[in-house]
C-alpha cells in the first residue's frame, strides 16, 4: 500500500499535467474535424395557452449544423430540432417569431443558422 501512495503521489503535479494534455490531444485527433450538414425540420411551437390554436408558416425549417465527422450516421442528428416560443404572444392574430434550435449535445452537433430565421405563427381562438 505504501509503494503504491508514493508511485501515486510523488510528483502529481507533472502526472496531472501530463493526463490533461494527452486527454486533451486525444479529444482533438477524435473529435477534431467539423463539418456542416443541413437537415429539414418541422417547427414546433412551445409555451402553447389553453384554447388557442398555432398555425406556423412555412411549416419546415432548414437547419445547418456543424457535426463532429464521426457524428454524421449518428442518430443524434435526428435530434436536431427547432421551435418557435409563444408563451410572450398576448392574443389573436399573426406574429412574425424566431426559429430556435435545440440538439441534445451542441458541444458535437452545434447548429449554425436557420433558413428562414423567422416564421410566420398565427393565433386562433378555438
Known amino acids: ?12 503535479r507533472y ?20 463539418t456542416t450538414v443541413t437537415v429539414s425540420r ?7 395557452k389553453h384554447g388557442y390554436i398555432y398555425v ?7 437547419i445547418t449544423v456543424y457535426v ?3 457524428l454524421i450516421l449518428s442518430k443524434l442528428i435526428e435530434e436536431v430540432g427547432a421551435f418557435v416560443d409563444v408563451s410572450n404572444v398576448r392574443g389573436q392574430g399573426s406574429y412574425m417569431l424566431k426559429v430556435k434550435t435545440k440538439t441534445l ?5 452545434h447548429p449554425a443558422s ?5 416564421v410566420k405563427v398565427k393565433v386562433i381562438r378555438r
Open 15 to 34: 502526472k496531472l499535467i501530463a493526463l490533461v494534455v494527452s486527454v486533451t490531444l486525444w479529444g482533438v485527433v477524435n473529435f477534431g474535424s467539423r
Open 42 to 48: 418541422y417547427v414546433e411551437v412551445e409555451g402553447e
Open 56 to 62: 406556423v408558416e412555412p411549416e419546415r425549417v432548414e
Open 105 to 109: 449535445l451542441p458541444w458535437f452537433i
Open 1 to 12: 500500500m505504501r509503494v503504491l501512495r508514493v508511485v501515486f503521489l510523488k510528483d502529481w
Open 114 to 118: 436557420v433558413e428562414p430565421p423567422y
Open 68 to 70: 463532429v465527422e464521426r
